[in-house]
T-cell receptor, first 114, second 113 residues
Framework: DTEVTQTPKHLVMGMTNKKSLKCEQH?????MYWYKQKAKKPPELMFV???????INESVPSRFSPECPNSSLLNLHLHALQPEDSALYLC?????????????FGSGTQLSVL | KQEVTQIPAALSVPEGENLVLNCSFT??????LQWFRQDPGKGLTSLLL???SQREQTSGRLNASLDKSSGRSTLYIAASQPGDSATYLC????????????WGAGTKLIIKP
């Protein structure tokens, strides 16, 4: 199984809503990532979890809250988002986060904030 | 500071042609160079990863090369097919961890039947 599964595929939310994005992998990878991608732009790294501990937070606003409940799951909790947060949110994983490891991406959640 | 550039931003070629996508980077102290494919509204698929000690990698009809001295990587696609239509992104690793990737903006490739 070389898949990273993200749910939901699409999400529309208001600025006062609370929602969560979910990501799951069963490849035994110990590094998991959240990226944000705007249309026609490359992905931007948001968070990195290494062995279920948050190791990188790229100065992301607190309205985005990541969580890694176990080695297979990664969540991104969303609260009080702004319209400019509308984007494709991608989850990725790799073996342990070292260079020369391939990144495996999910198909993403297309988020629209109204 | 490492910067990665992909030119052209878009490319359209007839089916069956061989083609080359370009990726340039400013800092030769690069740990690796990766090529990804992205279909519209979808995630990225890793195609090829070239380590700094290597000069090229091949997978099927794809061949990627790395020339650190000139700051260039190329992705060669042989006998292009309509299914190759996608955006191709390159990313260089500026450190010894996988999250230190510097991304190019991508080349949107259209293969005309």
């Amino acid at each position: 199984d070389t898949e990273v599964t993200q749910t939901p595929k699409h999400l529309v939310m208001g600025m006062t809503n609370k929602k969560s994005l979910k990501c799951e992998q069963h490849m035994g990878h110990r590094a998991m990532y959240w990226y944000k991608q705007k249309a026609k732009k490359p992905p931007e790294l948001m968070f990195v979890y290494s062995y279920e501990k948050l190791s990188i937070n790229e100065s992301v606003p607190s309205r985005f809250s990541p969580e890694c409940p176990n080695s297979s799951l990664l969540n991104l909790h969303l609260h009080a988002l702004q319209p400019e947060d509308s984007a494709l949110y991608l989850c990725a994983s790799s073996q342990v986060g070292q260079v020369n490891e391939k990144l495996f991406f999910g198909s993403g959640t297309q988020l629209s904030v109204l | 500071k490492q910067e990665v550039t992909q030119i052209p931003a878009a490319l359209s070629v007839p089916e069956g042609e061989n083609l080359v996508l370009n990726c340039s980077f400013t800092d030769s102290a690069i740990y690796n160079l990766q090529w990804f494919r992205q279909d519209p509204g979808k995630g990225l698929t890793s195609l090829l990863l070239i380590q700094s000690s290597q000069r090229e990698q091949t997978s099927g009809r794809l061949n990627a090369s790395l020339d650190k001295s000139s700051g260039r990587s190329t992705l060669y696609i042989a006998a292009s097919q309509p299914g190759d239509s996608a955006t191709y992104l390159c990313a260089g690793s500026s450190g010894d961890s996988n999250y230190q990737l510097i991304w190019g903006a991508g080349t949107k490739l259209i293969i005309k039947p």
